[in-house]
């Protein structure tokens, strides 16, 4: 299972950037559904959740200060599967590395513990100036 995170650059405080996550070598059979999320890290840190989304999409689960600013969504097909995290009205305090995670097998609500994820992608900067 390989994770291709992208979408990260440099925006002004009060900015959008979208990115996106294409997961490849992953089951897409109902009996091997996972859910997926978005992590952030800062240098020094341990690396912090930030949004979830099931497996159906349907459940989405939010960190507090990222609820009203940011979007998760999730595209899953025969030919494609990707995740996307919308981030709007972005400010300093979001810089960080931003990483997609898959958590599998699980079909329920997105959990928030890194350490429930089994797969990683290598992580996309974010920049946030003020």
């Known amino acids: 299972v390989q994770l291709q995170a992208s979408g990260g650059g440099l925006v002004q405080a009060g900015g959008s950037l979208r990115l996106s996550c294409t997961i490849s070598?992953?089951?897409?059979?109902?009996?091997?559904?996972?859910?997926m999320a978005w992590f952030r890290q800062t240098p020094g840190k341990e690396r912090k959740f930030v949004a979830g989304?099931?497996?159906?999409?349907?459940?989405?689960?939010?960190e507090d200060s990222v609820k009203g600013r940011f979007t998760i969504s999730r595209d899953r097909d025969d030919i494609k599967n990707t995740m996307s995290l919308q981030m709007n009205s972005l400010k300093p305090e979001d810089t960080a590395v931003y990483y997609c995670?898959?958590?599998?097998?699980?079909?329920?609500?997105?959990?928030?513990?890194?350490?429930?994820?089994?797969?990683w992608g290598q992580g996309t900067q974010v920049t946030v100036s003020s």
């Open positions: 070598g992953i089951s897409n059979r109902a009996s091997d559904s996972y859910a």
């Open positions: 995670a898959v958590d599998q097998p699980w079909g329920g609500r997105p959990k928030d513990d890194e350490y429930e994820y089994d797969y």
């Open positions: 989304i099931s497996w159906a999409g349907i459940a989405m689960r939010y």
